[in-house]
């Protein structure tokens, strides 16, 4: 059976993590980083590299894409260069040892950023956002045994090499995650855009204002908590030793550990939050990514003796913000209409300079100590930005379309405002069953069912393409269609394909035009 592409991803990602925690951490760089120590930290040139690589993706995001044909092939040499020459820098003596080491790092961290970023982009555009998710909760598990086993089995010296030689790693696993892609959708293509030669599922169409807005807020601000989680926790700083010395026991109490809390993290707080509106789909993770930092912040106080439990309540937090930046990254990708590589841009520049302003201004003696008044004021920004993107338009408040063909039209207006097409509260023009003051919302979903029901009948759609053709029109990715209807990726494709055969479109908003009778 051939291997799929979220397995070749899971390798390659785990393949990239590994890399940065050997840079930052391994004995075989402390030379290096402990070189840099009298400018800064070295994780800052590190942020640098990734702060370049974002502003380049969001300020030129089609010639970022067109380059991409080159870079994939090139990044992957002078990434690993990069590492060689970051872990050379001071034992040598011929160039500036400080100018080489920091050439080196930031070079590693502009390729870092590109590796993960173009997984994520693979996998939720032509995979679904379920496969992402699984492909990064895994990859955190499998970091965890190649540290251990790098550890038992090899010198310091050969950490070294190793690490020069994972972006190549990285590289090959993108390129057979796209073959394996490529193979998949061979007989399954849906729509008619590609990404790395892959053909995408189709986007989510139709996202209200309201909710693009939401979804721009929320990318910004998991990006700011992100940089804090990374500030906060052991890793944040670079030159410190947390490689070696790790016990078995420890090590296989961690990953089963990982395991279980990152499974069920993806799942309820991503996977099947895709079902909730989005005004509420990211709060869920944005809890347990700040419980778990209240956790490391307190870690001291709680116990003075070490603690498998709460050490890995710590250690999961790192991946749990990480895993929620890039699924958060992935449903605005699908769901704006803003260039994929742009959107990645804006995430990625905002962790980077904000991660940089932590670095400078928290050192490793006092993170741990301002992480609880970090927390409380993070908490309340993102009370202050929920409640006034949600408070500008109330949930229930949709824009009213009436639907020609419908056996009913819902209109409905803001009371004192005649011109405007948006209201909490609907009447059928005929009063055919519906009540005064029942929600728009209500009154959008009945309507949209009715229509579909009319569609499936006038073309023919069988009662499982009936189905997902519901949950296409109300906006739903592949992903969260695979979750619903309980259908592998390839039968949720195939069965979009049908539709868009029978009902004679080529894409998912030539499709919602035609349901909805639009632009007739």
């Excluded at 490529?182 to 909710?211: H, I, K, M, Q, W």
Aim: charge should be neutral.
């Amino acid at each position: 059976m051939p291997v799929g592409p979220g397995v070749f991803a899971t390798l390659g990602i785990t393949a990239a993590i590994l890399w940065c925690k050997l840079m930052g951490h391994s004995p075989g760089f402390l030379l290096a980083s402990a070189g840099l120590g009298d400018w800064a930290n070295a994780r800052v040139f590190w942020l640098v590299g990734i702060l370049v690589c974002a502003v380049v993706c969001m300020v030129i995001p089609k010639r970022a894409r067109r380059f991409d044909a080159v870079l994939r092939y090139v990044l992957p040499l002078v990434a690993a260069a990069g590492a060689v020459t970051f872990a050379l820098s001071f034992r040598q003596d011929f160039f500036d040892q400080r100018t080489i080491a920091v050439v080196g790092i930031v070079a590693s961290g502009f390729g870092y950023f590109w590796f993960v970023s173009r997984f994520v982009l693979l996998l939720s555009m032509t995979q679904g956002l379920s496969c992402m998710v699984w492909s990064f909760a895994a990859a955190f598990p499998l970091r965890q045994i190649a540290l251990a086993t790098l550890d038992a089995t090899m010198a310091l010296e050969a950490q070294v090499l190793v690490a020069m030689a994972l972006p190549l790693v990285s590289a090959l696993m993108f390129e057979l995650s796209c073959a394996a892609a490529r193979r998949n959708a061979a007989t399954e293509t849906v729509g008619d855009r590609s990404v790395f030669g892959v053909p995408t599922l189709p986007r989510t169409a139709n996202t209200g204002s309201g909710e693009r807005r939401y979804l721009m807020v929320m990318v910004v601000a998991i990006a700011l908590l992100l940089s804090v989680v990374r500030a906060c926790s052991i890793s944040g700083m670079w030159g410190t030793d947390h490689t070696i010395g790790l016990e078995f026991w420890s090590v296989a109490f961690t990953v089963a550990f990982q395991i279980v809390s990152l499974g069920l993290f993806g799942y309820f707080a991503i996977i099947r939050a895709g079902k909730h509106p989005v005004a509420m789909r990211f709060q869920l993770g944005i809890l347990l990514v700040m419980a778990s930092l209240v956790v490391a912040a307190l870690r001291s106080s709680l116990s003075a003796v070490p603690s498998f439990l709460l050490d890995s309540i710590v250690n999961v937090n790192d991946p749990f913000a990480l895993l929620l930046f890039w699924s958060t990254v992935a449903v605005a990708i699908d769901a704006l209409n803003v260039p994929a590589n742009r959107m990645i841009g804006l995430a990625g520049a905002v962790y980077a300079a904000a991660s940089i302003l932590w670095v400078v201004l928290i050192t490793g003696e006092n993170a741990v100590g301002s992480a609880f008044i970090l927390v409380v004021i993070y908490a309340l920004f993102m009370v202050f930005m929920v409640c006034s993107c949600i408070g500008r338009r109330s949930p229930d408040c949709l824009d009213a379309r009436a639907f020609k063909g419908g056996s009913e039209s819902v209109e409905t207006r803001i009371p004192g405002d005649p011109d405007k097409d948006s209201v909490c509260e609907g009447v059928a023009s005929d009063g055919a069953g519906v009540e005064i003051g029942e929600p728009a919302s209500e009154l959008l979903a009945r309507a949209i069912d009715e229509r579909c029901d009319e569609v499936a009948s006038q073309y023919g759609l069988s009662p499982r393409e009936r189905d997902v053709l519901l949950l296409l029109v109300q906006g739903r990715t592949g992903g969260a269609i695979q979750d619903e209807l309980t259908l592998a990726a390839s039968t949720v494709k195939t069965h979009m394909q049908h539709i868009y055969v029978k009902v004679g479109v080529s894409d998912r908003q030539q499709l919602m035009d035609k349901v909805l009778n639009l632009g007739d």
